[in-house]
DNA sequence: ACTTAGCACTCTCCGGCAGAGAGTGCTAAG
DNA sequence: CTTAGCACTCTCTGCCGGAGAGTGCTAAGT
């Protein structure tokens, strides 16, 4: 990791980064020297840059056009020459008030986090719902709707709520549907998928010690709704921000050299990526893992759909309970220190969002 | 409505709708000759086709190219030569096959109308959640979370469920909880909103004849959640199939005449009028309040920037119940026919789908 | 009065070409 | 090691000209 360029070709490479994401163009030797006032010349630029490109940080795309940095020149930048910075107070106060104003649904957490990052860091966002580490029951309640008809409201720790219409293989009335219910909520307080399994195949080995039909019937939908739960919310990735992305200049088909055809192609493939969450969905279990702000520039890391895009990820949750990821996509050309900043400061803000209810949730309420 | 057109002039029309929205390319009096096999030669169509021109129904971009219909056209088309299909039987099976394996999630309904349509039609899709006309409440559950903080769980008729995390001014243990839950379940049963709020205005008059200090905020709330879930469900649009009608030939730069630049704005204001719902918003309304497929074609109805596209809208739902709206949305060239069709299709299919869940609903439940 | 052959006219769409401009790479001198 | 100078390369723009596609119009035919 020790870096083996000189101070002054680190400085290069610095402004590169910082013109080429600053202009969407080739930065040219002369126009460094010129905007940066720098002590030595244009031809000396020329021989420093001609070094780094000798040393992969920067690339040409034809002999008479300026230098564009190449993954591994943005990998050094945001590794060694990026100073960390933080969103502004103003800023971060005015977020907290927006979180502030939906307080309580955490639904709206997820897309205020997707828009704010998308704003914020002017392009695309990803969030992934906050998941239980190990989702556990709390209660059931069942609602009649009509005689055949119930709907059974499944509450888990952390106030995760699910519904389910249900169908009823005879008519039952309220106080039946109540004491199922309750029943079935004392069975399983507080158990995990695998302990109601568990539950459910030890009650077939007994037969009918516990539940009766109905119940048991009811006890299976409960461990289903669990399961596709728990598969769902991992895939689901909310997006948010696109056309924040899509004003990117990679996509004005005046500052593209390859025109028209291609810009409408990679804005399609953008869409794609965005769409499909290929591409992306293996760096989310990546990101869950490891703790800090993730960055995957270019196709470091994953399909070559992804090698004109960086992104940028971080965990956020609250440990032993859930986690979600949150993050930023878009060009490599994209502003690192600014992005990471924001992914930053809403991750440790969503996770404190998230403590809060989260916190004393494993005790078993307040009997 | 009488139109005033010759049998051969309606022909012609139907005959260059039918090119233009298959090929997207200006149609001319020789192709047309050619393919159709007409009796008459390519000059009769010339003569015929300046006359339609004439009078409003299709355009010339410029002297040396064929003619593409105007909105007037379309119009034409769809209220006098299209003949009325339906889905073939296959198709209908299959997409009934769809919705069965969701069977009991409202939210999954919608997702797949929308998936389905966009795939049907190839264009982008729209949905709007079914709406309770009257949004009634049928009961409140509240569990606890920790120690200042429970969850309130209201369920309307019709399966509407919300859900709503509140901080507690003072501790409560379960049963007090369950008792204020009981208190106002049984106060609010079956009232609307405007119901409730004038409960809420009598019991600030007599202060606290019936509610305690507590419970009234409890109340407050629901009343707050009904209310912004009546805003909300209004606005909200579910779309999808974006990508659909970005593969449609409008968006490609090559067959446009103008290259480039226009074809990519274009696509980013395709993606503004779905995303924002501007342009679309007005036309729900409309579309709740009267019968059967609704077609707007191009600007007729709405906002210049709609001037591209037509929408095709149809309500679904209950008398007296639920409604809400789903459609197409695509450029104006666009398989009208079809389209309609599965607009149709998909809304009988959700509303029969819906009433099963929703008979009945208005009684008191099984008790 | 309607239809149609014939033809001039218009406009687009390429491909090629030339000149301007931007930047680099190299060389030779400081 | 730095830098001035200059040739060289490549893009970009506008322009021209020919080919092709279709129309509009006219005049002749039915």
Redesign the pocket.
Known sequence: MAPNLTERRQFILKLVVQEFVATATP?????LVRKYRL??????V??E??AL?ELGYMT?L??????VPTDTGYRFFVENLMERTNLSLAEQRMIRHQFYQVRGELDQWIQLAGAVLARTAHNASLVTPPRAELLRFKSLELIAIHETMALAVMVFHGGIVKQQTFSLDLARNADDLRRSAARITDALTDLTLSQVEGLLARDADHAAIHFSEFERHLLDSVARSMQTFEEQVQEQIYSDGLLEMLSQPEFLPTLN?DDAERTVERMRRALEILKSGRGIGPLIPQALASDGVQVIIGGENSADEMREYSVILARYGVDGAVAGVLGIIGPTRMAYPRSISAVRYISTLMSSLLAEIYKGSDQRGIE
Chains 1, 2 share one sequence.
């Open positions: 930065v040219a030797s002369e126009a002590t030595f010349s244009s031809a000396t020329r021989n840059m001609a490109e040409h034809h002999t008479s056009a300026g230098r050299r």
